[in-house]
């Protein structure tokens, strides 16, 4: 825990698919030096809670967000608030890999490129290496960079989304689930980008994988048919839950 | 509680019944197999015949369009002498190379001086009526490329009339029939040229099909000008922007509907708007253009809303989380994901627009055009519509000209499905 003020506040957040009442009445604070990780069985709304953090709920005529959350004290769903510029600071990564069917390069600059990061070709040639280093991808791809980027094995087109995503700069990645569809190999090299990138982002992943979220994070939220259960400290919420029902997640009597 | 009120696990009879392993190898297990293999093999039987069906029907269609339509392109000609040393002309070369040039020999009597020389030539076989109407201006153009033919007697192959022509390819009247037997070696054969230049005519041997492919070609650019952005706008905004509801699923029944509606009524509609309430030109490929616009653009967009909800929503979803505004999703990614689909929707609309005959009748396109269209708002004709009208004419003359003038038309379809097959595989590669 820190004494720094989080660098993203979620109060009282209710999320509604038409009738659907998906999320209910959750707070949570995340902090910029840690790694957050949701966890919870299938359809227990953690996604959903996910993605109202960049407003991508927003692309589903149904829903509907209602609560409080704020970006450095800013209300992003304020009338002021420019979605596209909330979604360039608040990063995201899929489940599925999803890079642009265009090459390696394109992919990385297309977010500098359309929010106008670099003045000259030699900048934003700097920031797609800056990206894909910081992504452990440059190695493998800096002599191919004008490959389709779908031609990648599906570890490295993560990777590939991840570089994508931090090539704008942002103050928050978002990853729902970023390894569901990889190998445990491709997963171990996340988990260590996860980890590198550690307090230069605040980072939000979902996952399934508990021994995940333990490996990863440094605070977990526990989330059970739309409600957050707990949370707290990872270590705490692994050895010494306080709710039963945490209690029997974790240690696998269902779920 | 009681046991009895523990409800019995039902007795199943897998359970009673001892359990025998399958025999893989049973009579019946054998039958099976190959009543399997049987079906099998009769179901690729059926797809191999449908193809080769459909596959014979198009060889067939084209052999007998070839076989009918490659005399259009041919025309017989006849060896004439001339001598035109009497004709009453300043022999100035000067004077035969401006746009004077034609009015002098005209105003020389040219017209006379073949005709005479014909019936001097073939008197026995009919003079001046074996030749075509046009086939003194073929003498004048001989004479404009090279004057010195006035100083001297020679001799031009030249375009005989429709029915010399027509028995000369064996379909004429008895009475031409015996012309062509008694001319002989005087006759010869050539490639229609003026087919290609010329445009509507009375007379078979002139008739070409240049005014029709012409008036063709300006209605097709002014349907492709209207309808393809108007389709593919209305399918991004429907796809992308619109809220679905029920005003929404009102438009889009409709547009399903009007890609049904038979093309007269679009006829119909053109001509009571277009001609009746806009007063545009009669027979104007611009008004044509517009009616066929009207026809093609729900094609264009049922074709382009489906190529665009193709585009994996993931690829959206990605360019939304780095930031991408709605326009930018649309232009960068989706367009050019959904631009092969959109191409071959616009590409089917315009083959079917570029044979469209009905809707083109009722706005007056169907006139007689004997010079080709200069602008969008000249009376012009279409090639389908000029097969309609050629393949009503009496004259034999007409017939091969008909199937000569469906050659034309196919290959313009070709042409435009090739460069559609190009832009595809362009786009395509270059994700």
């Known amino acids: 825990m820190s004494n720094n003020p989080p660098k993203m506040t979620a109060s009282h957040v209710d999320v509604s698919y038409g009738t659907n009442h998906a999320i209910r009445d959750v707070s949570i604070d995340v902090y910029r030096e840690d790694v957050t990780a949701f966890i919870g069985p299938s359809g227990c709304g953690k996604s959903t809670f996910l993605r109202s953090l960049n407003r991508m709920n927003d692309t589903i005529p149904t829903a509907r967000v209602s609560g409080d959350i704020r970006l450095d004290g800013e209300d992003i769903y304020a009338r002021e608030m420019d979605v596209v510029q909330l979604r360039a600071r608040v990063g995201m990564v899929f489940q599925k890999p999803n890079p642009f069917p265009k090459s390696i390069y394109e992919n990385v600059a297309y977010g500098p490129k359309i929010h106008g990061l670099a003045q000259s070709k030699g900048e934003l040639d700097r920031i797609v290496e800056r990206s894909l280093t910081r992504a452990g991808l440059w190695n493998e791809v800096k002599d191919r960079l004008s490959d389709p980027g779908t031609a990648l094995s599906g570890g490295q087109q993560q990777r590939l989304c991840i570089a994508r995503a931090i090539a704008v700069d942002p103050e928050v990645i978002l990853m729902d689930e970023p390894c569901s569809a990889l190998d445990p190999v491709a997963t171990a090299r996340i988990e260590e980008l996860i980890h590198d990138l550690r307090g230069r982002y605040a980072i939000v992943i979902v996952t399934h994988n508990m021994q995940q979220a333990a490996r990863v994070s440094q605070r977990t939220a526990f989330f059970h048919l739309g409600q957050l259960i707990e949370y707290g400290d990872t270590s705490d919420i692994f050895t010494n839950p306080r709710q039963e029902r945490t209690k029997d997640y974790i240690t696998g009597r269902y779920g | ?431």
């Open chain 2, 1 to 431: 509680m009681t046991e009895t009120l523990v409800p019995q696990a039902p007795v199943s009879t897998a359970e009673i019944a001892p359990h025998r392993p399958t025999d893989w190898r049973s009579h019946a297990m054998e039958r099976r197999i190959r009543r399997r293999y049987t079906a099998e093999r009769r179901f690729r039987l059926l797809g191999l015949g449908a193809v080769v069906v459909s596959a014979a029907c198009l060889a067939f269609l084209l052999i007998v369009m070839i076989a009918q339509g490659y005399q259009g392109f041919v025309e017989t000609r006849l060896t004439l002498p001339l001598d035109l040393r009497d004709l009453r002309l300043e022999r100035s070369p000067e004077r035969l190379k401006g746009p004077g040039a034609d009015l002098a020999l005209a105003g020389a009597g040219l017209e006379r001086a073949v005709d005479a020389a014909a019936n001097r030539a073939y008197e026995a076989e009919g003079g001046a009526a074996l030749l075509s109407d046009g086939a003194w201006l073929r003498v004048r153009d001989a004479i404009k490329h090279d004057p010195r033919l006035l100083t001297h007697p020679f001799t031009l192959a030249l375009p005989v009339a429709s029915a010399i022509d027509v028995a000369a390819k064996g379909n004429g009247t008895p009475a031409a029939e015996r012309s062509v037997a008694k001319l002989g070696a005087h006759l010869s054969c050539g490639a229609a040229w003026d087919f290609f230049t010329g445009a509507d005519s009375t007379d078979a041997a002139r008739a070409g099909i240049w005014g029709a492919l012409k008036g063709s070609l300006l209605t097709m650019v002014v349907t492709l000008a209207l309808a393809f952005p108007v389709g593919v706008l209305s399918a991004i905004y429907l796809e992308e922007y619109a809220p679905r509801n029920r005003a929404t699923d009102f438009i889009e029944v409709s547009i399903n509907n009007l890609a049904a509606v038979p093309s007269i009524v679009f006829g119909l509609l053109g001509l009571a708007v277009f001609l009746g309430t806009l007063h545009l030109p009669r027979s104007a490929p611009l008004v044509g253009g517009l009616t066929l616009a009207l026809m093609t653009m729900p094609v264009i967009v049922i074709a382009s809303r489906n190529a665009i909800r193709a585009v994996p929503p993931s690829i959206r979803d990605a360019a939304l989380a780095v930031g991408a505004s709605p326009i930018q999703v649309v232009s960068h990614h989706v367009l050019p994901l959904a631009a092969p689909g959109i191409l071959t929707g616009t590409i089917i609309g315009m083959a079917r627009a570029l044979g469209e005959t009905a809707p083109l009748l009722m706005i007056g396109m169907r006139a007689f055009i004997a010079a080709p269209p200069a602008g969008f708002t000249d009376s012009a004709t279409a090639l389908p519509v000029q097969i309609f009208l050629w393949s009503d004419q009496v004259s034999r003359g007409f017939v091969e000209k008909t199937s000569a003038a469906i050659l034309v038309l196919l290959v313009f379809l070709v042409a435009m499905n090739g460069v559609a097959i190009f832009l595809r595989n362009r786009f395509e590669t270059r994700w």
